[in-house]
């Protein structure tokens, strides 16, 4: 049964990202997997989200947790098999949750058939024209063919050894040695992923999440370019590098919107694309893709002009090309804003925090977190949230070094730790074995002891905790229609901002110290505390229902 057909659903929708590995463990050897996730899509559906976003879950060796794929048209066994997703998309359905995949065409893994192939098959070979391989430069081609650096650090290319035994040619990955990136330019390669869309879309799926979209067609002759990129993109002197953003990647996005268009229902594509607003946008034109990621208000500090500024960007940027605008505020790779906010000062999003660091006031850090979210969900639009997000569950920050996963770690020589303490096993009960994750005591990243206190348990029986807060807030942004909604700024003093959407009045106070509210009904607040006596508390949100707006 597939939900109920919404007209332009992804317009409004808030889809809840699952992460596989750290979501819930049915068969318990400490990692989570598909049937895992079936049983426990109640809660999803609970929280109030309309769709749910799974990152990949195909055959991968797991060099960049699953975003290196061998397959990308199977189930890897240790997430279960072919038949548990079609299960899942089936469970999904029946709750009225739709369901996104992760697409990855930037690169694949070095075990997919065809790098594997291109290697064996040498220089000069069709099989190596669908990866980007090169002879080096210096005299004995020693060096690789330009200056690109790799997103997780080191050089963007890695020497192969020739089936003769000797120093060959070289290939390009923007990711991690184990990644090699496609080459769009071939046929082949379009080929490919036109099969992969259609097997997921003829197995039920509604859209495709596109990892890094933006890199998938590089500058023609690979241009040296010896600046590197973190966080949004931005041009350097107006030229935006020569591996992000090129007029090419439309093409290839028209062809998999005429792909999707095909089928019945509204399949979407959203965009994972680290852009400004203003060239977000360019990818949701009506005959692109649907929805773009916001990593600009992602990216954002505590700050209510800043909070503004966005605000007022990426609308006026969507509304140009009448796409939907997207807002996030925690994903798979990046510090969780439930201890983002428990710092003064910009954080580094995907550095990682380690024991001996800084750490977090995790009191402020929730306390500004609702408020956050709050906020987000009062604006018009579709919002992503992260699994444990509705729980305030924090960022692991004393996470021993032993156990980090994330390529970036290793590659910068134990420099960045990178983004495991986002991705570990969520908490569903006070008790037992990983807290409800898994039957195992010992799941594949360690849980902070004190998980258990955030438990979905413990917050399901409490009015007062995030979760339900979560829940009254997606409630009530449904039945109010919020996210087909315009907004409009009504004054309000320094550090504080106040819009109207529809019926509703939407307060936030980034300061410390208690503001006035206009008068009306509290709808949902952001902590039990944040609205009383005609105030409204430093750190906290309100949604009010105001007769006069004036
Ligand atoms: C973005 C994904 O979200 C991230 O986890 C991954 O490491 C890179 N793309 C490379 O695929």
Known sequence: MTPTDD????RTAVIYQVYPRSFADADGDGTGDLRGITGRLDHVAEVGADAIWLSPFY???????GYDVADYRAVDPMYG???DADALIDRAHELQLRVVVDLVPNHCSDRHERFVAALAAGPGSPERGMFHFRDGRGVDGELPPNDWTSMFEGPAWTRVTESDGTPGQWYLHLFAPEQPDWNWDDERVHAEFATTLRFWLDRGVDGFRVDVCDAIVKAPGLPDWPHTTHGVVEPVEGVMPPMWDQEGIHDVFREWRRILDEYDGQRILCAEAWLPPERAARIVRSDEMHQAFNFAYLSLPWDASAVRENVDVSLRANDAVGAPTTWVLSNHDVMRHASRYGYDGPVELEAGVGADDPQPDRALGLRRARAATLLMLGLPGSAYLYQGEELGLPEATALPDTVRQDPIWERSGHRIRGRDGCRVPLPWTADGPSFGFSSSADPWLPQPTDFGSYAADVQQADDD??????????????????GSGSMTWLPSPDDVLTWSNGAVVVVGNFGTDPVPLPVGEVLVASVPDAAADGVLAGGSAVWLRVDDQG
């Open 7 to 10: 007209h332009d659903w992804w």
């Open 59 to 65: 055959p991968s060796p797991q060099a960049d947790g």
């Open 81 to 83: 098999t072919l038949a």
């Open 465 to 482: 905790s995030t979760l339900a807060m979560y829940r009254r807030a997606l409630d009530t942004r449904r039945s109010l229609g919020l």
